[in-house]
């Protein structure tokens, strides 16, 4: 369970007004989201009641269902209710109230165990979904990672989130969308959590201090140099203990947990990165991204300065790194004057 702040023993007037759902479904979504506003106020039951256009009788069972699905919700007598703690596996309402929260409009599909949400995405867009649309799970058995590795995707404590979209546009436009997309996710993860060495490792790594704390993986069908969909995925390492990496993973992996010493909302965290994914589609789509990018990237830029090897099977390019250049390539100086230009392939790098 992860807490919210304290329930402060007074009922808040009410912020802002929010309209009725017609769906019932959405009901809870929409008393949860009437209480994360409210909080650490409580939310009278005769005010939810209103709202709700039901009775308190009808308040109380739903806020009992929503406690057996796993969420905490305090009530205190001649206060209300308030919402105190989340549990550590995502729970549909929740979720949907934190991504009303943020004025996400796109849809969500959770499931609690799937393969891989990115394969899950590219199967909803084969059976022609509308896009775009958002796929999450609270846990992957076949998670997928860069150059075919597999990605560690244990059940709670972790985000596997994946955007499906019909770009429609040509191929060159989205050639920087994984690292503008990366640029935009590590800048809000520092304003968020308010740690500021979290850094992008070319391409698409998430690291603190040298530690992989997330990864990115964009899949595109492209035709005849048109994108016709592209699947963008993000694995980010929360909640986790140290104790529950694979021992290949122990001490190259850390979690927002391990460096903070602190458990994070995943709920809020999941709805404020997925309105992050879709805003950084929204500026590549519309062409507005590559300038931007070679601009804020050096600010996030884990190998700068640093020793680095990569090879693609075919060719070895070893130098040291100086950044991106316009076609988002890593910019590697060999030491003879000589700017090489990597596209693709693993990295392995020493601190000079
Ligand atoms: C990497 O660093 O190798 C990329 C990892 C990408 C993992 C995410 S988790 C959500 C989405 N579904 C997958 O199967 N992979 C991506």
Redesign the pocket.
């Known amino acids: 369970m992860t807490k919210y702040p304290q329930g402060i023993r007074k009922a808040a007037p009410l912020k802002g007004s929010l309209s009725l759902p017609k769906d019932t479904d959405d009901l809870n979504a929409f008393l949860l989201r009437t209480l994360l506003r409210a909080s650490p106020h409580y939310v009278s039951g005769n005010a939810l009641a209103e709202k709700m256009k039901m009775s308190r009788v009808g308040v109380w069972s739903r806020v009992d269902k929503l406690r057996k699905s796993g969420l905490r919700i305090d009530a205190c007598q001649n206060r209300g209710y308030c919402i105190s703690e989340e549990p550590d596996l995502l729970n549909a309402s929740l979720v949907s109230a934190w991504k009303e929260e943020c004025g996400i409009r796109c849809p969500l599909y959770l499931s609690d165990r799937i393969d891989?949400?990115?394969?899950e995405a590219e199967r909803l867009l084969a059976q022609g979904k509308d896009a775009p649309f958002a796929v999450a799970a609270n846990r992957?058995f076949k998670?997928?990672?860069?150059l075919g590795?597999k990605?560690f995707?244990p059940e709670g404590s972790s985000l596997?989130?994946?955007l499906a979209l019909r770009p429609e546009v040509q191929a060159v436009r989205l050639r920087n969308f994984s690292l503008w997309q990366g640029v935009k996710v590590c800048r809000f993860l520092q304003a968020h959590t308010g740690v500021e060495d979290i850094e992008l490792k070319w391409p698409?790594?998430l690291v603190c201090k040298g530690l992989k704390i997330g990864?990115?993986?964009a899949e595109a069908s492209i035709d005849c140099d048109h994108v016709r969909s592209l699947v963008f995925?993000?694995?980010l390492n929360v909640n986790l203990n140290e104790e529950r990496y694979p021992v290949d993973l122990m001490g190259k992996c850390a979690s927002l947990f391990s460096i903070t010493k602190k458990k994070w909302r995943l709920h809020e965290l999941m709805a404020k990165l997925l309105q992050v994914l879709l805003e950084a589609s929204e500026e590549c789509l519309r062409g507005n991204a590559d300038s931007r990018l070679i601009e804020e990237w050096p600010r996030f830029d884990f190998l700068y300065g640093k020793r680095v090897k990569i090879g693609n099977g075919t060719k070895l390019v070893s130098g040291i790194a100086r950044g991106i250049d316009p076609s988002g390539g890593l910019r590697v100086d060999s030491g003879r004057g000589q700017i090489q230009i990597a596209h693709a392939g693993e990295i392995e790098f020493s601190s000079l």
Request: cysteine-free.
């Open positions: 891989s949400t990115n394969s992957q998670g997928r990672g860069r590795r990605w995707s596997y989130l994946s698409n790594d990864g990115m993986l995925g993000i694995g």
